[in-house]
């Protein structure tokens, strides 16, 4: 059995720093993975690591833009389309690993993610191939400085997981930037932390509805009510220079993928999200 994570979320979210910190991670527990690159824009120096598969050897973004005079976003799709029409070239560059988890870097464009069929059609052919495969969606921690800007996150988030049909996990990603210092009025409250943690509705009745036009307040109501009714978008804090976060991650995605198909299927740890210290309901930023 094969195993495939697809690390998937908006722009500048952390998803390569991910990647590499998750590959590294198996590295140390000795546990064979490989870096799939799936990101036709990447600068060749992104990665510490080579990535075992990159789709800039079928094609990249760059040729296709001068070639076909299309634009950034234009110029990906076209690349996801060459892609999906040479799934042999994928065939072969996956080869027969067994047991390995194939880690794959998605680029930032959300509308991969919530409305274009080019992500399910790959995810199906990868499951017709015997991967087991599933998602890690990253939205990072600053979104949590904003409330409006944090729903909107998560409805990005929820539109990825109907859209890609596979487990599905999310993380809050840069927990590092997140003030632990403590003292009067810096730090973010743990208790408010797992609120958003949790996506508890209510972050978004307080505070954005006395900040936006009464006539959004039915608007707002309405999210608060798709989110309670679908109950089913949670994050977990990564830390990506914390090992113990990593390996709670892992353990996770392990539980998602049941890898290790002959053993037990395993309950992940209880995470908690480290030593944030007590104080005002404010959320800083070092
Ligand atoms: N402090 C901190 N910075 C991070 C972390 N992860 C990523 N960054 C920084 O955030 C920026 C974007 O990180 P990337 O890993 O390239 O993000 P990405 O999601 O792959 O970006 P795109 O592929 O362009 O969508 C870089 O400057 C990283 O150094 C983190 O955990 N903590
Ligand atoms: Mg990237």
Redesign the pocket.
């Known amino acids: 059995m094969r195993y495939a994570v697809l690390v998937a979320?908006p722009?500048?979210?952390?998803?390569?720093?991910?990647c590499t910190a998750l590959l590294t991670h198996l590295a140390t527990m000795k546990r064979t993975a490989h870096l799939f690159n799936l990101?036709p824009a990447?600068g060749p120096s992104?990665y510490h690591v080579q990535p075992s598969i990159d789709i800039r050897e079928l094609i990249s973004l760059e040729d296709v833009m001068e070639e076909m005079e299309l634009g950034p976003n234009g110029g990906l799709v076209y690349c996801f389309e060459y892609l999906l029409q040479n799934l042999d070239w994928l065939d072969d560059e996956i080869g027969d690993y067994d047991n390995d988890y194939i880690i794959i870097?998605c680029?930032?464009q959300i509308e991969l993610y919530t409305h274009h069929p080019l992500l399910p059609k790959l995810i199906s052919h990868l499951s017709i191939q015997s991967i087991r495969i599933c998602a890690v969606y990253?939205l990072e921690s600053q979104f949590m400085e904003d409330r409006s800007k944090f729903f909107a996150g998560v409805m990005s988030a929820m539109s990825a997981m109907v859209n890609l049909e596979v487990p599905h996990l999310n993380l809050i990603?840069?927990m590092?930037?997140v003030s632990k210092k403590s003292g009067k009025g810096t730090g973010m409250r743990k208790a408010l932390i797992e609120r958003y943690m949790e996506t508890d509705p209510l972050l978004l009745v307080d505070e954005p509805h006395s900040r936006t036009n009464p006539k959004f307040h039915a608007l707002n109501q309405a999210i608060v009510q798709l989110i309670e009714d679908h109950n089913m978008v949670q994050f977990l804090p990564?830390?990506?220079?914390d090992e113990d976060s990593l390996q709670g991650i892992l353990e996770h995605i392990d539980y998602m993928l049941q890898y290790g198909e002959d053993e037990e299927p395993k309950e992940p740890n209880d995470m908690d999200d480290g030593d944030f210290v007590e104080g005002d309901d404010e959320v800083e930023f070092d």
């Open positions: 979320g722009a500048g979210s952390g998803k390569s720093t991910f990101d990447i992104e870097d680029p930032g990253l990603s840069k590092d930037l990564l830390d990506v220079t």
